[in-house]
């Protein structure tokens, strides 16, 4: 039988992408959303793009009775945890909700799955627990250096799944550091489409790109790197779907507890992402070189020779193809629906 599997925070941009790797998987897969940054659309969707219902729940992950009666319901095998508020300037001028849903929130699915006696769970990080590293490419033996209260939660995360490990062995935890996802489902179906004006590079250029927005900003072009624009590691999020499968099937498999970078251990400065932008969408990115944006890293790329050892993860899409895919889902029919009374932000 289908091993089963909560995805909490499935409706969103990583986590639909994974639903579709996690089903083509074989697994059964049951999504928890509160659809506070998702649309409710994207469900229709994920069922047009497999051809099966989707099994949905809208709840909250720190409804702890509604949690309980889904883990009772299903008795799910692993959890696969996305849910969280990510917005960087957002959980500076709010900590105390993002500690809540991130911090609070994982306590909440942790003590769940434990009554449950379900053990296995798979861990949304991000290469901001490093801080400003002091190697590049960056290791996993990095230190952990809070940069906000969004990168203290993923540190905390870390922390607290790594002292239930040591302090229980029957749990198997693997923890993922996402570098830069970018890019959508080669369908155009799925993808990322923030509502407000983007924080992120690849949104914010694929809207200038489409017009909606009349330049990029690039925020300084005075960094220690080749052309002196910010330097990270983009991944494209089918890549980074394909990490969950390869984790779980991991902590399903052996019982190994992991931590690894997903990155493709490359780096791409802003002028390259305009440039490579331009050659998918044959349109004009207009940009303008501004001041350094406040507590921004000049590089992040990942060392990714631990995940391929561990997991056997190698990443196969190319930047242009994160470009193209992204062009694809940003002109066609289905992104900037009205996502309804939420604010898909
Ligand atoms: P997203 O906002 O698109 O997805 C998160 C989903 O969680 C949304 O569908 C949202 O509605 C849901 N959610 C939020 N709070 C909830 C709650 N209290 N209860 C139930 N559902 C809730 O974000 P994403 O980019 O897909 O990120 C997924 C995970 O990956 C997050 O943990 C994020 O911190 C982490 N991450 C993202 C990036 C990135 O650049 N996108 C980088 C590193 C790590
Ligand atoms: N940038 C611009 N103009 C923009 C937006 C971004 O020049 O309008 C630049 C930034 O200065 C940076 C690069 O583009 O050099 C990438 O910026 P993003 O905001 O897309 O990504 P960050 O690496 O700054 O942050 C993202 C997430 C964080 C996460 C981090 C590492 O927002 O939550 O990736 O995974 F921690």
């Known amino acids: 039988m289908a091993e089963k599997i909560l995805l909490t925070g499935g409706a969103g941009y990583i986590g639909s992408h994974t639903y579709v790797a996690l089903v083509a998987a074989g697994y059964a897969v049951t999504i928890l959303d509160n659809f506070q940054n998702a649309n409710r659309s994207v469900i229709d969707r994920l069922e047009q793009l497999t051809g099966a219902p989707v099994s949905v729940a809208e709840a909250d992950i720190r409804d702890a009775t509604t949690l309980a009666s889904l883990f009772a319901e299903h008795q799910f095998d692993a959890v696969v945890h996305f849910a969280a508020l990510k917005a960087v300037s957002e959980s500076v001028e709010r900590p105390l909700d993002y500690f809540d849903v991130n911090i609070s929130g994982l306590i909440n ?40 209260p969004y990168g203290q939660t993923k540190i905390s995360g870390e922390q607290i799944l790594n002292q239930l490990t040591a302090a229980d062995d029957r749990w198997n935890v693997g923890i993922l550091r996402y570098f830069n996802p970018a890019g959508a489902h080669d369908s155009a179906l799925i993808g990322e489409d923030p509502r407000d004006i983007p924080n992120n590079l690849m949104p914010f250029i694929a809207k200038v790109a489409a017009g909606e927005l009349a330049e990029l900003q690039v925020f300084g072009d005075d960094y220690d790197t080749p052309d002196g624009t910010g ?33 493709t251990g490359e780096g791409h400065s802003v002028l390259e992402m305009v440039a490579a932008y331009r050659r998918a969408s044959n349109r004009d990115v207009p940009y303008r ?57």
């Not at 379900?118 to 250096?145: K, L």
């Not at 330097?231 to 980074?240: E, P």
């Not at 991991?250 to 931590?259: F, I, P, T, V, Y």
């Open 109 to 148: 699915l942790l003590r769940v799955m434990d009554a449950a006696g379900c053990r296995n769970i798979v861990f949304s990080s991000s290469a901001t627990v490093y801080g400003v590293p002091d190697e590049t490419p960056t290791p996993e033996t990095a230190e952990f250096r809070a940069m906000n």
């Open 231 to 263: 330097v990270r590691d983009y991944i494209h999020v089918d890549d980074l779907a394909k990490g969950h499968v390869l984790s779980l099937a991991a902590l399903l498999g052996d019982g190994q507890s992991h931590l690894v970078n997903l990155g």
């Open 289 to 345: 070189i501004t001041e350094r944006r406040a507590g921004d890293v000049p590089v992040y790329v990942a060392r990714a020779d631990k995940a391929e050892e561990i997991l056997g993860f190698k990443t196969e899409r190319t930047l242009d193809e994160m470009c193209a895919s992204s062009w694809k889902w940003i002109a066609g029919p289905h992104s900037s629906e009205d996502p309804g009374p939420e604010d898909k932000g």
